[in-house]
């Protein structure tokens, strides 16, 4: 039998053409996009593996289907190592991605017409967590909270006062474009006051709590969802963490609640990226990771940039563009950067009079650049070049900073072994 890559170059050369020009495209940007990254070659090879034929509806000992001798040992892996890597008394790897986690949870605790308090889509919410063309927002009675208009930090005074006039049975705190730490303390403290439960969704965040580079919402949140392919590199997927009193109910939300057989590969690939979690490389990369965003918003700030909420505790930061150039949308600064090979994606900041799909703002996240080794040099450098594209977005300016870039990405491979041997797979059908 070939191996995989000239198995697919075989069936499907069209396909592997499209696969190898994407490694190529990774490997020559800069990207930027907070919520993305580089899952390592274990994970990937855990992926691509024979598992992902096996139907395996139930848990690990407890299937519909027999044969699962093997995919029990892999799901009792993932569940052991996302509990010991989050500290939590239980785990469910079988989420196949963040909206499912969340569904699941809002399914083992609430009723439809239950009311739950969650974070606005347009200040780091996501949709999710009840925006009303969702599912979760046409089922139960959404009250969304916001940012301080002043701080643009979460406002304690504001969430606390909605809590007590609508009374929700669910307090979620969780962002995907909020760039300061979340003290799930505070929120708790609410949750508990009106008689609330409280669900923390730390897909962003997710590697920083496993190392301690952010604070865990293990003692505080009764749920904890997160993905498990941004910080936490792994493959596109998700879990959910509880405490054992919640343990049955989640289970039986995911299986047969809301989802029917899991993705056995990808729950191989999780566990993979969980004993990855827990070495000393990961964790160290995650306070990089920290120490990379305060360097690059360091050097927006120079450049002429405003951040919102004037910086970073995270992993990414948020660039309000109006400060810089009031007519220069989200949607156009993203469009430059892109032909300059740097990749970012507009967002909508506080407050924001422009629709989102223009947006006056930027996200900007560094855990991709610092899975490939960049550090604070770096991060200025890239501030710079930043600054330098979008003060003069002229053709052949834009063609000159694509250089640099490129020149300075080859500093720092990614999956350079992988791209070699595709390139001879190619090679050698071509000859
Ligand atoms: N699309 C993800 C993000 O970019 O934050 C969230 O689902």
Redesign the pocket.
Known sequence: MLNWMEGLYETDPEVFDAILKDIERQFNCLNLI??ENYASPAVLAALANPMQNKYAEGYPGRRYYGGCEFVDAVERLAIERAKAAFQAEHANVQPHA?VQANLAVYSACLQPGDTILSPALAHGG?MSHGAPFTIAGKLFKVIQYGVNPQTETLDFDQIASLAREHRPKLIICGY?SYPRTVPFDQFRQIADEVGALLMADI??IAGLVVAHAHPSPIPYAHFVTTTTHKTLRGPRGALILCSSEWAQAIDRAVFPGSQGGPFMHSIAAKAVCLKEAMTEVFQRDQFQTVANARALADELARQGFRLVSGGTDNHLLLVDLRSFDPKLTGKEAERLLEQAGIIVNKNAIPFDERPPAQASGLRIGTPSVTTRGMREDEMRMIGRLIGAVLKDPDPSNLQRIRGQVVEMVQQFPVYADLLEAMRTVQAGYQV
């Open positions: 907070a919520s963040g996501h995907s897909a962003h």
